[in-house]
């Protein structure tokens, strides 16, 4: 038997496939149909202190290789979310509260409540790209670790942190510097690849309305980005955090890439929007079947293996 549970920070997964936070978990109805499906966790959209209608419409754009979007955070509020998370622990599956803010005095006042609403882990977004005149806080090391060093005291559940693409090893290593430093218990990456552009040459016209069309761009694309941040965290603690691998996973041999790559589980934003839930369920039997031809019984025999030339 092929198993595809997996561990991260103590809690366990039954699969490790999971929504990416915005993808179908804005509403309460979107957060028990993640409940009743084949994902192996409930995460919700990053949440903000105040509801949010987000940016203006059309404000994502699927194409043949993937997707931008510019949402700009649109969610019930923190309280909102706070409340329902009890009743999601009812699935038998991980709860995961993703937390945003717009400022950084936002943060602490979102974890507090909502770790006392026991989720079983807790990601701190410091990757949203679309919010117009707030710049990326994962940019910015300095800004990153007063969040963290805040956030930090007042999470008792595992604490993780969705981090955006980094481009340069530099990156890596300040970053990797700042998380060793205040015991993340796990990580997240990568968050859209921020600020791209779609144009459609027949309308000659940009696709999304926010930003004058610039946008986070996710989906098939973006898997060779998503990898090397994975592997790159993975080398960087040696494995000693375990990493959810996000970005361009479309079907079960990219899933397996994240794996060999370091990732412990996987998220799926893009594919999820289009397709749907029935997604989870084929990406389950896809990456079973990979992992039975390659003769793995679970993903921790090929956890972060992949041969370097
Ligand atoms: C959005 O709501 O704009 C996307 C959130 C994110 O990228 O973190």
């Known amino acids: 038997m092929t198993d595809l549970s997996t561990t991260i920070a103590g809690v366990r997964f039954p699969s490790c496939f999971m929504n990416a936070a915005g993808a179908l978990c804005v509403t309460r109805e979107e957060l028990v149909a993640l409940g009743q499906s084949g994902s192996g966790a409930i995460v919700t959209k990053s949440m903000t202190v105040e509801p949010r209608q987000g940016n203006p419409e059309p404000r994502y754009y ?7 979007n510019s949402m700009g955070l649109p969610n019930l509020g923190y309280k909102a979310y706070a409340e329902l998370i009890p009743d999601l622990k009812r699935f038998g599956k991980p709860v995961i509260a993703s937390v945003a803010g ?33 710049p990326q806080i994962g940019y910015d090391p300095e800004t990153s670790e007063r969040v963290i060093k805040r956030v930090r005291s007042l999470i008792t559940v595992p604490m993780g ?51 004058g069309g610039f946008g986070g761009l996710g989906g098939r694309i973006i898997k060779p980005v998503a990898l090397a941040n994975v592997r790159a965290f993975y080398k960087l603690f040696q494995g000693k955090i375990p990493i959810i691998g996000t970005g361009g996973v479309v079907d079960g041999m990219d899933a397996f890439e994240h794996v060999l790559c370091g990732a412990s589980a996987v998220q799926i934003g893009t594919v999820l929007v289009e397709e749907g839930l029935g997604s989870f369920d084929r990406l389950n039997n896809e990456l079973t079947a990979v ?12 956890l972060g293996t992949v041969r370097e030339l």
């Open 102 to 134: 717009l400022c950084e005095d936002d943060f602490p006042i979102i974890a507090a409540v909502i770790n006392a609403a026991q989720p079983d882990l807790i990601e701190v977004n410091l990757s949203c790209p679309n919010i117009p005149g707030k």
């Open 291 to 302: 992992l039975a031809r390659k003769g793995y019984r679970s993903l921790a025999e090929c």
């Open 62 to 68: 699927g194409f043949p290789g993937g997707s931008i």
């Open 161 to 211: 942190l969705k981090l955006p693409p980094y481009f340069d090893p530099a990156h890596h290593e300040v970053m990797g510097k700042v998380i060793g430093r205040h015991g993340v218990d796990f990580l997240n990456m990568i968050n859209s690849v921020g600020n791209g552009l779609v144009v459609d040459p027949e309308r000659e016209a940009v696709v999304i309305k926010p930003k």
